[in-house]
């Protein structure tokens, strides 16, 4: 007595054969392998506005990134400002208050400490050029190539005034907090900078 | 080299997406938590790590591409 069942895998991705047994498995090889290792994940919430903190981020991001893992920034408040065009965003719809907000909170990144009216954000700059260490934009299109998502607050978008057109391209998602509570929830690593 | 951290850990990564399995990839880093970051990579991201060799200053990586070959 011969079987002759053939079956296909039970995943979605793929067309595979299987040879059935009694026994028989129900995903073919490879996929079973990729059931056991689903890709990690990493969700980092940005929340201040300032180049150091936003290196550490990306810094982070990066790394997790090309260590397999799936990762998304979630960019709330003064986390905006790392995303904006250009240095002032200011547009025609924005409310007096709102317009002030984006004066005084520019694209040009303070540091956290010791900033000096610009002075030691500058210092800064030129020392982590000097010891070689990436810049953030040299992270931040390195997160890009490695595919790092980018969400922006709907909700702090509001109350900034600034809409789709104010910020970068690499966005790709303007979502409220249950999108990122969605991914958070799957994710192993969950950081808030 | 010359680089920091992340750097040396993304370069290596970028350069081993070309390599096909069984390859040995041989990095040079000067920063010193390349020593403790390298092997943690493999962990994480399942390449085998095979060792670490230290030339003064220097730190020669050696890694291998997973799969079959």
Request: hydrophobic share 40%.
């Amino acid at each position: 007595m011969t079987m002759e069942k053939k079956e296909k895998c039970k995943c979605p991705f793929c067309e595979n054969e299987l040879e059935m047994s009694c026994f028989g498995p129900a995903f073919c090889e490879p996929c079973s392998k990729e059931e056991v290792q689903p890709k990690d994940k990493m969700t980092i919430i940005l929340f201040s506005g300032e180049m150091d903190k936003a290196i550490a981020a990306f810094t982070l991001a990066t790394t997790a990134a090309s260590s397999n893992m799936d990762v998304s920034i979630f960019f709330t408040f003064w986390g905006l400002n790392i995303l904006k065009k250009t240095k002032y965003t200011i547009a025609k719809p924005q409310m007096l208050m709102q317009k002030m907000f984006n004066m005084m909170s520019t694209s040009k990144l303070p540091i956290s400490k010791l900033n000096f009216f610009g002075l030691g954000g500058w210092m800064m700059k030129k020392l982590m050029k000097k010891s070689k260490m990436a810049s953030l934009e040299d992270l931040m299109k390195l997160a890009k190539e490695l595919n790092v998502k980018y969400i922006a607050c709907t909700t702090s978008c509001g109350v900034l005034g600034l809409s789709k057109e104010n910020l970068i391209d690499d966005v790709s998602e303007f979502a409220g907090s249950t999108t990122y509570l969605a991914e958070a929830k799957e994710s192993k690593i969950n950081l808030f900078i | 080299m010359g680089l920091f951290c992340p750097m040396p850990i993304i370069k290596t990564k970028q350069e081993m997406e070309t390599m096909k399995p069984g390859e040995v990839i041989e990095v040079t880093a000067d920063d010193p938590g390349f020593e403790k970051d390298l092997p943690a990579w493999c962990k994480m991201s399942g390449e085998k790590f095979i060792e670490i060799k230290k030339e003064g200053n220097l730190l020669k990586g050696y890694v291998m591409k997973k799969g079959e070959r």
